[in-house]
């Protein structure tokens, strides 16, 4: 099933983020993915208001049992978000629960057992 897709346009004002928490929700209800694609292409440059949005926008997915996910993220809003500690699911990037296709978790021969 492909998940539906959210355009973020930019840049998105506080007042706005409530609606599009509310939009985010319904599109999981509606949509039965799980999961909501954010296109974030069109934010502008990252800041802390990007952040802010996407944390909240997670925030609403969860807690209609889903999640988001981005779609063109621009380098510096990826760099911004690790720096603050949020991780977000990208499109063409394995999921990170999954190793990516092809790789294997080896153990060294002097690792001590878990």
């Known amino acids: 099933m492909t998940p539906p897709v959210l355009v973020l346009p930019g840049p998105v004002t ?8 509310e939009r985010v929700q319904e599109l999981l209800r509606a949509g039965g993915a799980g999961v909501v694609v954010c296109d974030v292409a069109g934010l502008g440059p990252p ?19 889903g999640r988001i996910r981005l779609r063109d993220p621009d380098p510096a809003l990826g760099a911004l978000l690790d720096l603050v500690g949020l991780r977000f699911e990208t499109e063409g990037q394995p999921e990170q ?13 002097g690792d001590p057992a878990a």
Do not use: C, I, W
């Open 97 to 109: 629960r999954e190793p990516a296709p092809g790789v294997e978790e080896a153990v060294e021969s």
């Open 14 to 21: 506080r007042d706005e983020v409530g609606g599009l928490s």
């Open 47 to 65: 800041g802390l208001g990007a952040v802010d949005l996407l944390a909240r926008l997670q925030l609403a997915a969860r807690r209609a049992g």
